[in-house]
């Protein structure tokens, strides 16, 4: 029988997802599947990168010179397999994209969850705790919320980078990114989660709890915080657009991530220098992939946002 019930346990569930109000929702909604379906395309081309791309565009010894500056194949002197052109150093555009793609993914990843981390268990602990604790978190937010987040990430990455040594800034380069963008991204979710807390600690479960003397810990892991996970998953959707979109500008701005290693933003400020000299391929075409990247998140977001409000069911 063991073998029957574990076949049928994967069928059970596609069965109530298909069933489920977040499915029928996205049925109905071909923006939605469109865009996720593009999500889905541009995060694998990235993350197969080294299989999809014609080289490694940051393999000195696999750059051919001579191929330099080539627009695109269609055009005029355009040359496959250089389906979007080459750079003045020989570099192919489509992959330079590819592999830029996958580090400005990785960094909007881990950047949402290390502030989604922090946010929850900031939230936790001053909306059920209260008293000094809460005051004292949400005091440090408002704080971090006074700065832009841009200067504050401006400000983050120069501070690390003077503290580290000269040779291991670009070894470092993705993690400054990640604490900079994560800094006061946490805000945001302590402050949905903290309000989120104070409501449920006041029900009649909690207050059983309570009673039973389960640990406060447990409480706010098992009770509290999965009737939080709705709007905290909406706004980590949104902010993994917002996280891309700031790596992007402090790599623009030469605060991101370096050369050797570029994302899509640091492609973007290398191509601008060759924009008014005839290279526009060069700036384009990560800014195209950058734009729809941003925009297939935060179409996702916004139906997210949608299908989960229970006043629009």
Do not use: C
């Amino acid at each position: 029988m063991a073998p029957v019930e574990t076949a049928k346990a994967p069928t059970a569930k596609r069965a109530r997802w298909r069933d489920s109000d977040l499915w029928w929702s996205l049925k109905r909604s071909p923006l939605a599947m469109a865009a996720g379906a593009l999500l889905v395309v541009l995060v694998i081309a990235a993350f197969l990168a080294p299989l999809l791309a014609i080289q490694d565009p940051y393999n000195l010894a696999a750059l051919e010179l001579w191929n330099a500056e080539l627009p695109p194949v269609w055009q005029h002197n355009g040359q496959w397999p250089y389906l979007l052109g080459t750079d003045v150093q020989g570099r192919d555009i489509m992959s330079a994209i590819l592999y830029g793609s996958r580090v400005s993914i990785i960094i909007g990843i881990a950047s949402v969850v290390v502030s989604l981390v922090v946010g929850l268990m900031a939230g936790l602990a001053a909306g059920y705790i209260g008293g000094w604790v809460d005051n004292l978190l949400m005091r440090v937010g408002d704080v971090l919320l006074s700065i832009p987040t841009i200067l504050m990430a401006i400000l983050v990455s120069a501070v690390f980078r003077e503290i580290l040594p000269t040779d291991l800034r670009d070894g470092f380069a993705p993690v400054i990114l990640i604490i900079a963008i994560s800094l006061s991204a946490w805000v945001q979710y302590a402050r949905t989660v903290r309000a989120l807390a104070m409501v449920e600690r006041g029900k009649e479960y909690v207050q059983a709890a309570r009673l039973l003397k389960v640990r406060p810990g447990r409480i706010m892991r098992s009770h509290i915080l999965p009737n939080t996970l709705t709007p905290i998953l909406v706004a980590a959707t949104l902010n993994f657009g917002l996280a891309i979109l700031i790596e992007a500008t402090l790599s623009f701005l030469g605060v991101g991530m370096p050369p050797t290693e570029p994302s899509l933003g640091t492609l973007i400020r290398i191509g601008n220098e060759y924009l008014f000299s005839g290279q526009w391929w060069i700036v384009v075409f990560p800014a195209i992939q950058l734009s729809l990247l941003v925009l297939s998140v935060n179409v996702l977001g916004d139906w997210l946002r949608d299908a989960l409000n229970p006043k629009l069911r």
